[in-house]
């Protein structure tokens, strides 16, 4: 049986009517959905369209609004208008008419919700893909409940002055890349931030990527998620291990150590095993499946950062085969952003270029390359994009990769220079 209190509901219209102050607030956190009674729900969005007009709302422009819908009847006359006000005494109580109808509004959606869970476990070809719909759904109602409210400038400012503060002792206010020169840009990665790694092909982006997440895990005790659609996690703990141990990532790959070497990797594993790095290597992932995995690891380990290696290898969340691949990578921008807000934590995700840049002195890219979808770059707070300059040797064992900050929603632009080892397939400043 579904909740409701048609009372509390009827008393809340009445204090509409009662007061136009009084249904300029109710609007503020509740909607004609939130009413179970159809009356109610007719009337509260009339007065929505009045409020919205500007007009005066009383009993006779609240009639002339139904009407107009052809929805006076369905409203229950201009005598149920009259009754809603005669009983109701005063608006002073509407704050408490608002919790029990936004009560028993979470509760019808709960019930509904539960039913929907029941029908997903019964149809989805797999328990994981069954608890990935049911997180989805619940958390649906947690976002279509969360309204916006003003801060305070004070509270403001609190948050503001703690960021500046960790800026003038020297630190990042987010989490640090371990690189200077683009930690001296974007000041680390910020909470809610999406970041985007773009670069062609073998230039580096995942190795940049590893490079970060190892430094925020073994110099700050972070804790990491990462995603990787493109290795498996055998290839990421191979990198993981040239990059803290310095023994090269072919010799770790084909078994090729000495004693001494081995000696390195063995003492690099037992490190890597006490960080908080957490890889999943499912060649398939969607941003509600990676949502609801790192919702789960925030709560059981903690969470500062996420890695998504690499963004066009995911599935939108409702695919549809009429659908185009511009649109999918939209959704997927756009589901990694609503990631990174709700978790609040920044996700850097990994993205390719078109070949344009291939065809440009120097190979410099630009935002407009980014690939598949321009949702990309209005989507992402900051863009890093990767290039090596046309003249490279391949024969060296360290080179020089240009990094620019494209795009900083929140801060400046710029470039840095970076360091490359082939060896080790890691990052440094130059």
């Not at 969005?45 to 009045?50: D, E, F, G």
Request: glycine share 6%.
């Amino acid at each position: 049986m579904t909740r409701t209190n048609r009372e509390a509901e009827r008393a809340l219209i009445g204090a509409c009517l009662i007061s136009s102050e009084c249904a300029e607030r109710v609007l503020e956190r509740v909607s004609a959905n939130d009413f179970d009674d159809m009356q109610c729900r007719n009337i509260y969005n009339a007065i929505k369209s009045l409020v919205t007009q500007g007009m005066t709302i009383d009993i006779v422009t609240l009639s002339e609004e139904l009407t107009k819908d052809g929805k006076l009847e369905d409203a229950g006359g201009v005598t149920n208008l009259s009754n809603l006000i005669s009983s109701t005494p005063n608006s002073y109580n509407y704050e408490s008419y608002i919790d029990i109808v936004l009560d028993n509004a979470i509760r019808r959606d709960v019930h509904q919700v539960a039913a929907h869970i029941a029908d997903t476990s019964r149809l989805a070809k797999t328990a994981e893909e069954a608890l990935a719909e049911a997180e989805r759904a619940v958390s649906g109602i947690s976002r279509s409940r969360s309204r916006g409210k003003f801060s305070t400038m004070e509270d403001v400012m609190v948050e503001t002055m703690d960021r500046l503060a960790l800026m003038q002792a020297g630190g990042a206010s987010g989490v640090s890349s371990g690189i200077v020169g683009i930690d001296s840009i974007v000041g680390g990665w910020q909470r809610g931030d999406l970041v985007i790694v773009a670069a062609r092909p073998s230039v580096g982006k995942t190795a940049l990527a590893t490079t970060m997440a190892a430094n925020a895990a073994f110099r700050s005790g972070k804790a990491i998620a990462i995603f990787s659609l493109e290795m498996s996690r055998e290839q990421i703990g191979s990198r993981m291990l040239s990059s803290v141990s310095g023994i090269g990532l072919h010799e770790i790959r084909h078994g090729q150590l000495d004693l001494a070497e081995m000696t390195e990797v063995i003492a690099a594993s037992d490190r890597i095993k006490r960080s908080k790095i957490f890889v999943e290597d499912a060649p398939i992932a969607t941003p509600s499946e990676m949502k609801s995995k790192c919702r789960r690891l925030k709560k059981e380990h903690g969470l500062d950062l996420v890695v998504v290696d690499y963004l066009q290898l995911m599935s939108p969340d409702r695919g549809n085969k009429d659908s185009n691949r511009v649109y999918d990578v939209a959704e997927i921008s756009r589901g990694l952003k609503a990631l990174a807000r709700e978790l609040d934590v920044p996700v850097v995700a990994l993205s390719q270029l078109s070949r344009s840049s291939e065809y440009r002195e120097n190979n410099e890219p630009k935002l407009s390359d980014l690939r598949d979808s321009g949702a990309i770059e209005q989507d992402a707070d900051v863009v890093l994009m990767l290039w090596r300059s046309t003249d490279v040797s391949l024969d060296v064992s360290v080179e020089t990769v240009h990094c620019k900050v494209a795009k900083h929603r929140n801060g400046p632009t710029g470039r840095t220079e970076l360091m490359f080892n082939r060896t080790t397939a890691t990052f440094k400043g130059a």
